[in-house]
């Protein structure tokens, strides 16, 4: 066990080093087996099931699942009136296709996280639904070219050698042969996203397919990278509650060379190239504390001196991550199943219109 992370836990009654441990191994493989998960950690199945179970419904962890392309990524900023922050958030966090909102510190008050199919619909999304919401008063676009990590590849590191070699991939392919999915993966996809571990059975049952079809739809798109497995963490309960976000510029020729040194460090999030804006190149991480971020820039300027840091934002708090709202404590209180496929300003305007879905009354 990390004795580090089990020191961050030490004396909770929501989390114990199992917990912890059991997160870990559904990080490494989301959809393991209880069987497995079991193994890894030394303790019956259906101990290790019925943990989860209090997890998920307490908020603390989730595993979802999100597509993995073709499409649109992009992170937008906004500026918004000073007594409306909250209540803009809470209105783009029921949108399907705004993955995440982060209020922020810096040069703007939220920052989005959003999908959408092509470079028209990201247009038509910005200026006919994002732009004229209530409290919006200015936006600015950087559109992603390449992710090198993204949050599902963060690890919490409290497994061995020996339990992690019972346990298989996080479902990232190696080879990104993406393609356009139909209807029925799509379905798949949402219902994915509600609960990345629902069984092969209840899936068929939902789609209307066999299981042996459902099974194979699901081993094709995890192969392709089209479908992505993640588990996530309440953040604030991880033993890393600060998300510190770096803007920088590098040269074109050195992107994934530095990509390389910065994703095989522990604090590391996400980080990916970028265009469309006065920085890019963008990287988060997850801190212990504050006073961890001169020390991690000092770090940053000794191993990849050639990107020079133009911006640092501070994540003040989450309304959404990756489909699930979440409370001022960072626990999910319920999911709106992403969608990257269809008209976004269409989906916008009857997410508006009919409120937000919770994870036990999910439109799908």
């Given at each position: 066990?990390?004795?580090?992370?089990?020191?961050?836990?030490?004396?909770?009654?929501?989390?114990?080093?199992?917990?912890?441990?059991?997160?870990?191994?559904?990080?490494?493989?989301?959809?393991?087996?209880?069987?497995?998960?079991g193994k890894a950690?030394?303790?019956?199945?259906?101990?290790?099931?019925?943990?989860?179970?209090?997890?998920?419904?307490?908020?603390?962890?989730?595993?979802?699942?999100?597509?993995?392309?073709?499409?649109?990524?992009?992170?937008?900023?906004?500026?918004?009136?000073?007594?409306?922050?909250?209540?803009?958030?809470?209105?783009?966090?029921?949108?399907?296709?705004?993955?995440?909102?982060?209020?922020?510190?810096?040069?703007?008050?939220?920052?989005?996280?959003?999908?959408?199919?092509?470079?028209?619909?990201?247009?038509?999304?910005?200026?006919?639904?994002?732009?004229?919401?209530?409290?919006?008063?200015?936006?600015?676009?950087?559109?992603?070219?390449?992710?090198?990590?993204?949050?599902?590849?963060?690890?919490?590191?409290?497994?061995?050698?020996?339990?992690?070699?019972?346990?298989?991939?996080?479902?990232?392919?190696?080879?990104?042969?993406?393609?356009?999915?139909?209807?029925?993966?799509?379905?798949?996809?949402?219902?994915?996203?509600?609960?990345?571990?629902t069984s092969l059975?209840?899936?068929?049952?939902?789609?209307?397919?066999?299981?042996?079809?459902?099974?194979?739809?699901?081993?094709?798109?995890?192969?392709?990278?089209?479908?992505?497995?993640?588990?996530?963490?309440?953040?604030?309960?991880?033993?890393?509650?600060?998300?510190?976000?770096?803007?920088?510029?590098?040269?074109?020729?050195?992107?994934?060379?530095?990509?390389?040194?910065?994703?095989?460090?522990?604090?590391?999030?996400?980080?990916?190239?970028?265009?469309?804006?006065?920085?890019?190149?963008?990287?988060?991480?997850?801190?212990?504390?504050?006073?961890?971020?001169q020390r991690l820039?000092?770090?940053?300027?000794?191993?990849?001196?050639?990107?020079?840091?133009?911006?640092?934002?501070?994540?003040?708090?989450?309304?959404?991550?990756?489909?699930?709202?979440?409370?001022?404590?960072?626990?999910?209180?319920?999911?709106?199943?992403?969608?990257?496929?269809?008209?976004?300003?269409?989906?916008?305007?009857?997410?508006?219109?009919?409120?937000?879905?919770?994870?036990?009354?999910?439109?799908?």
């Open positions: 066990m990390n004795t580090v992370d089990s020191q961050e836990f030490a004396g909770r009654d929501d989390v114990d080093e199992i917990d912890l441990a059991l997160i870990n191994t559904l990080q490494l493989d989301p959809r393991a087996p209880w069987s497995t998960v950690l030394g303790v019956d199945p259906v101990t290790a099931a019925r943990r989860w179970s209090r997890l998920v419904e307490a908020g603390i962890a989730w595993v979802t699942a999100h597509p993995g392309g073709p499409q649109i990524a992009a992170f937008i900023e906004i500026d918004c009136d000073a007594r409306r922050v909250q209540e803009t958030a809470a209105a783009l966090a029921r949108w399907p296709h705004v993955m995440t909102v982060e209020h922020t510190s810096g040069g703007r008050d939220l920052l989005l996280t959003v999908g959408v199919p092509d470079l028209t619909a990201l247009s038509r999304y910005v200026l006919d639904s994002i732009g004229p919401l209530d409290g919006v008063r200015a936006t600015r676009t950087h559109l992603v070219t390449r992710p090198y990590a993204v949050g599902g590849d963060w690890r919490l590191r409290s497994l061995d050698a020996e339990q992690r070699a019972h346990l298989g991939s996080s479902g990232r392919a190696g080879s990104r042969m993406l393609r356009p999915l139909d209807e029925t993966e799509r379905q798949l996809v949402r219902r994915l996203c509600v609960d990345g571990r059975t209840d899936l068929a049952a939902g789609l209307g397919r066999s299981v042996s079809t459902v099974r194979r739809r699901l081993q094709t798109m995890v192969a392709s990278g089209s479908v992505v497995f993640r588990c996530d963490v309440a953040q604030p309960l991880s033993g890393w509650p600060v998300s510190l976000w770096v803007w920088g510029r590098v040269p074109a020729d050195e992107s994934e060379s530095i990509a390389r040194k910065l994703v095989t460090l522990p604090e590391t999030r996400a980080c990916m190239a970028m265009t469309g804006g006065s920085t890019n190149f963008l990287y988060c991480t997850w801190l212990r504390s504050l006073d961890n971020a820039e000092q770090l940053l300027a000794e191993r990849t001196p050639s990107l020079r840091i133009v911006d640092r934002t501070v994540a003040l708090g989450f309304t959404k991550r990756m489909g699930r709202l979440l409370d001022s404590a960072g626990r999910s209180t319920g999911v709106v199943p992403m969608d990257v496929w269809s008209d976004p300003v269409e989906a916008a305007r009857l997410a508006t219109g009919h409120g937000a879905p919770t994870e036990r009354g999910v439109s799908l």
